[in-house]
């Protein structure tokens, strides 16, 4: 799924190094012995589909993950804006010039970046001077970068990290334990999520 802002489009790669969870918490949350294996890849499965569930809620990245962003022109006013906070060092500017030859931007030469700290920071490009020109197609720009909460601000301020991952287990826990939405007994009735009540309070917590 791609996430759009003005000029750009960007979109997650499918697959990441670092979960907030790892299988062996997420066992040890689940009282099952490490010996037992056999649900070891639907346990796994679970913890990629909370983690999923967490970041699009709550409007973040829990751990480092490579983005690509891909723009059809320089924004007018010439800053770029990617709407979220990560690790400048991994960032990685390439477009396509006039004669149609994918080049490589040149960091603190060619443009430069803003210090993007903590989760309400953006990460922003500036030219140094001006934009190249581009050759006229789309996605003439492309961006690659990390972004994720444990991979820069876990250091300074773990309590948004720590929620969200508390609210992994207990998804965790709810989807293992109850393979269904409903329980049957005397009545019907629906299980609730208790993790909706955390994510709530990490959307209100805003970190400077």
Known sequence: MSEYLPYFRIKPSDDRSTWAVTLAEAKAHLRIESSYTEDDTYITELIKIAQSLVEIECSLTLTSQEFLATGDEWPEDEVIDLGMSGSTSTITVKYYNSDNVLTTLVKDTDYYLSNA???????????????PTLYDKPDSIEI????????????????????GKQCMYLMIGRYYEMRQDVITGTVVHEVPLAAKHIMNQIKNITIC
């Open 117 to 131: 700290i903590g989760v309400s920071a953006s990460i922003r490009i500036y030219p140094v001077t001006s934009w």
């Open 144 to 163: 690659t970068f990390d972004s994720g909460m444990r991979s820069t601000i876990i250091g300074d301020n773990p309590a948004t990290y720590l929620l």
